[in-house]
Each structure stands twice: as structure tokens, then as C-alpha cells.
């Protein structure tokens, strides 16, 4: 709430230095911030009395769009890059889906590891879940599990995860 909105009989002001002013009525905060030419905006509601605080409020605002725009700018998103085997995939074939995993985790993303099973394969879900242990340990310098290999569907699927995070 700023300036004619705040309603209180009286707040505890604070003026445009940071220095406490003590108890005052709103009507004299307002005009005390309308002879600085400041705005009159209430910092802690819920106190009793409540806080205002006289200060600058397009500046405030202004400011607080640019810290917010540089903590995303140093935010990294972390992506989760999937990869797909095949029940009756071959050793050769796996070393190449774990080279690319441990690309992935390098990189920070985490990893979807799934095999999906058609028509009959559905059967042999117990060798699915090998290929995935044996894929688990070829990535476990780079990579943890995050989610252990489960059944969805007809696909099984495991997360991993960067190490460090």
C-alpha cells in the first residue's frame, strides 16, 4: 500500500535515510513524504502499529525488476534429456547411448533413461531392468540414480542425475 491508500490512525515511520522517526499519525507521514516529494509506503502491515517507510516508490520498484532479472539471468535451468533402449539392444549399442549419457551429465542436465516394450517383449521386463542396472553403473562416475528403474506402461524408465547435485 502506498500513499492515500495506507488508512492506519497511526504508523511507525521511517524516513528516506533509514533513521526511525517513532510513532506517528498517517497524515503526518503523508505529508512529511509530500514536502520530499517521496512516496508514503507501508514496508511491514501486519506490525503493530504498522511500518512505513518514505522513499522513492517508482525507484523501488525499478529496482527490485532488476534484481529479480539478474537472479535469472544466474539461474541455470537443468533440462532432462531422454534417451530410449530397446529390450534386445546390443552391448555395442549401449556403449554409445552411455557415451552420450555422460555428454548429458556433463553438461549439468539429468538424464531419462527408458526401454519401451512392444507386443511380446513385455515378457522379458526382467532383462529390461539388467540393461538399465549395467547402464546405471557404465554412468555412475558422472551420474546417480535419482529415480530407480520402474515399470510405466510398457516402458521402463530410470532418472539420472549429475553428480554434486
Do not use: W
Not at 58 to 85: I, N, P
Amino acid at each position: 500500500m502506498i500513499n492515500e491508500q495506507i488508512r492506519d490512525r497511526e504508523v511507525r515511520l521511517i524516513d528516506d535515510a533509514g533513521e526511525q522517526l517513532g510513532i506517528v499519525s498517517s497524515r503526518d507521514a503523508q505529508k512529511l513524504a509530500d514536502e520530499k516529494k517521496l512516496d508514503l509506503v507501508k514496508i511491514a502491515p501486519t506490525a503493530k502499529p504498522p511500518v512505513c517507510r518514505i522513499m522513492d516508490y517508482g525507484k523501488y520498484k525499478f529496482d527490485q525488476a532488476k534484481k529479480e532479472k539478474e537472479a535469472r539471468k544466474k539461474q541455470k535451468t537443468v533440462d532432462v534429456k531422454e534417451l530410449r533402449l530397446s529390450p534386445g539392444i546390443d552391448t555395442h549399442d549401449v556403449q554409445v547411448k552411455v557415451k552420450k549419457a555422460n555428454e548429458f551429465l556433463k553438461n549439468g542436465d539429468k538424464v531419462k533413461v527408458s526401454i519401451r516394450f512392444r507386443g511380446r517383449e513385455i515378457g522379458h521386463s526382467k532383462a529390461g531392468m539388467i540393461i538399465l542396472e549395467n547402464f546405471a553403473k557404465e554412468t555412475a562416475e558422472l551420474g546417480v540414480i535419482e529415480k530407480p528403474a520402474k515399470m510405466e506402461g510398457r516402458s521402463l524408465v530410470m532418472f539420472l542425475a549429475p553428480k554434486g547435485n
